[in-house]
């Protein structure tokens, strides 16, 4: 409702602002009355591209001041760093041609203006400045489609050579659920048409698969740091995507196939809660969740830092519950905790 009420203010002011350039117009009873720009329309016209100019520069710079602490922590996977060199540089370009090409553009807008007596200069072409302004972006872009493609070759290495612990990767509407492989690292046959929710096999596990009688299904991802985790990614319904933005991952989870996705964690859970960047971002937090608190507000209590499985396609009404814990510890405290977990035989023998 606040935001409804500043949306109508702003209108409100807008529509003053015009009315009363309206008045300020009649009042000028000397004023041309044409249609047609003269040279102080043109000269007026000229300033304020220069001011617009600064303007956009300037609310760059704000963004920048204001907004870069939201920005993510470093990255907690092996190839993140890559991926973070690899948008930088890719973002530090945008900003270099836009800074340019935007002056050169507001410049050009004014000292060419339109003024009486002065014609405008007819000029076909330039084969040098042609052969510039073509042969420099194809240089630079296709040095970032390369590099690109490099990275996300190397991102993309799913392999068994480097003992990588094996998961699967649920997608629902609207909750994710973790299914590991288990003693023998080989995740079980599964299909939905396998789903017996009497029988607690919500994730259609194929029960004459011996492959499948280890596997463990939980609902909260616990992985070892420093081991190659492979994640298999199914979808029971619809188009979901399963992203885990502090370690730069994300694949689409599509019904019908299996998606895969790897990487290996570098910084524990316990680790990154200590980063002087996330204990800003989660003091600044909790500041806010104080203030909701004394409000009276609900689900304000203080946050801690939790790496997290989003869903990043908007895949119904109750998308925005669509997430997941995921904790990054020691091998040994993953080991004692996937010790203590049911296998999907014993599920299985639980209910019946």
């Known amino acids: 409702m606040t935001t409804f009420f500043i949306l109508a203010v ?7 602002i015009w009315q009363m350039t309206k008045i300020f117009e009649l009042s000028q009873i000397k004023t041309v009355d044409s249609q047609i720009a003269n040279d102080m329309d043109n000269k007026y016209n000229g300033y304020l591209l220069f001011v617009f100019l600064i303007f956009i520069y300037g609310i760059t710079i704000f963004s920048f001041a204001k907004y870069g ?7 907690a996977s092996e190839h993140g760093a890559e991926y973070d060199s690899l948008m930088l540089v890719s973002m530090a370009i945008i900003f270099f041609v836009q800074t340019i090409t935007q002056a050169l553009l507001h410049y050009f807008g004014y000292r060419y203006r339109g003024q009486k007596g002065q014609k405008a200069l007819f000029y076909a072409d330039n084969d040098r400045l042609e052969f510039i302004w073509t042969i420099i972006p194809v240089i630079v872009l296709a040095g970032l489609i390369l590099w690109g493609l490099y990275t996300w070759t190397s991102i993309m290495d799913i392999n ?18 973790a ?4 003693a023998d690292n080989v995740l079980g046959g599964a299909n939905v048409r396998m789903i017996d929710i009497d029988k607690a096999n919500i994730l259609g596990v194929d029960e004459s698969d011996s492959y499948a009688m280890d596997d463990i299904i939980v609902k909260e991802l616990h992985l070892p740091v420093g081991r190659k985790v492979n994640f298999k990614m199914r979808s029971q319904d619809v188009l979901h995507s399963a992203y885990m933005p502090h370690f ?16 290996t964690p570098t910084i524990t859970t316990a680790d990154m809660r200590n980063d002087p960047d996330v204990k800003a971002k989660v003091e600044r937090t909790n500041i806010l969740r104080a203030e909701k608190a004394a409000a009276g507000i609900e689900n304000s209590d203080p946050w801690e830092f939790d790496y997290i499985l989003l869903c990043n396609k908007i895949c119904g009404k109750s998308h925005y519950n669509m997430q997941m814990k995921i904790i990054v510890e020691e091998e040994e405290a993953y080991n004692k905790w996937l010790s203590e977990q049911q296998t999907f035989s014993q599920t299985m023998a639980s209910v019946q």
Do not use: H
Request: aromatic fraction near 12%; charged fraction near 15%; proline fraction near 6%.
């Open 160 to 177: 068994d050579d480097d003992d990588p612990i094996v998961v699967e990767l649920y997608a629902q509407q609207f909750n994710w659920t």
């Open 179 to 182: 299914r590991y492989a288990g």
């Open 10 to 16: 702003l209108v409100m002011v807008a529509i003053a």
């Open 248 to 263: 730069r991952a994300q694949m689409n989870c599509v019904p019908g196939m299996t998606t895969q996705f790897s990487f």
């Open 69 to 75: 602490k939201m920005l993510l922590p470093v990255a």
